[in-house]
């Protein structure tokens, strides 16, 4: 099984290893490991989950936004580190 974990890089790390999807010197390739769960939740190979833990923090006040905030950098998402 995946052992306890507190983010999804954790996880996607994890399940890297396990399932052998490491780019050349060993690092984990995070885009392959989440290609790699959702084949195995899409062909029922994951038979259930667990939800994750309630937060306790509040998440602030919400308000109306006039502009778009900046374009998401994908790569800088998956970065190893």
Do not use: M
Request: aromatic share 10%.
């Amino acid at each position: 099984g995946i052992p306890n974990f507190s983010t999804v890089p954790d996880f996607l790390r994890t399940v890297s290893r396990q399932r052998g999807k490491l780019k050349r010197g060993g690092g984990a390739d995070l885009p392959a490991a989440a290609r790699c769960v959702i084949q195995e939740w899409s062909s029922g190979r994951l038979r259930y989950f667990t939800r994750a833990p309630v937060t306790t923090h509040a998440t602030g006040a919400a308000e109306i936004l006039t502009q778009f905030a900046p374009e998401l950098n994908v790569g800088a998402f998956f970065a190893d580190g």
